[in-house]
């Protein structure tokens, strides 16, 4: 199971100008502080990478973990400080079994959303993808100290206590 924590974007709007490679980009630093007054776009409700994590997200649901991780690679392309898009990205490398790429994801998504229940509960997802169930259990357990009422957490707690009964050779 994915469970994908969202994040906001606090990007400044000469930042925005400055970061892009666009042709209009020397336009927006030739006015120098003429947009100085304009510190966050709090107000707007559509960041360049939603359109992505959206296609990303449906691509996930539909077993397409290679399209999703490309989709999700693009978000954080667009906006590199999405937590979402990363652990996304992270989840679609865990599920092709890219478990060195599902890491690099995972530590610049903890760096983004910090030590919440959908970080742990997709840290121990990939534990368990990867056959490492103390890892699992302790990533989950981390977790449901954060939700202890979250369905997906409590799920994968499931499915772990099921794996360690179930072992098949």
């Known amino acids: 199971m994915i469970f994908l924590a969202g994040c906001q974007s606090t990007t400044t709007a000469t930042d925005t100008a400055v970061r892009t490679n666009s042709p209009m980009a020397a336009e927006f630093t030739s006015f120098g502080n003429t947009f100085e007054g304009l510190k966050t776009v709090a107000n707007v409700e559509f960041y360049a990478s939603d359109q992505a994590v959206a296609e990303a997200k449906n691509q996930f649901r539909q077993e ?9 690679y693009k978000a954080t392309q667009l906006a590199p400080n999405d937590g979402e898009a990363w652990l996304g990205l992270a989840a679609s490398c865990d599920r092709i079994h890219r478990f060195d790429l599902a890491d690099k994801a995972y530590a610049k998504a903890h760096g983004l959303v910090g030590s919440t229940a959908a970080y742990y509960n997709n840290v121990g997802y990939s534990y368990l993808l990867r056959g490492n169930l103390k890892s699992a259990r302790s ?10 009422n979250d369905p997906t957490v409590t799920n994968n707690l499931e499915l772990l206590a099921s794996s360690v009964r179930d072992i098949q050779r």
């Open 64 to 72: 397409n973990f290679g399209n999703a991780g490309a989709m999700f």
């Open 139 to 148: 990533s989950f357990l981390k977790a449901y100290e954060l939700a202890p």
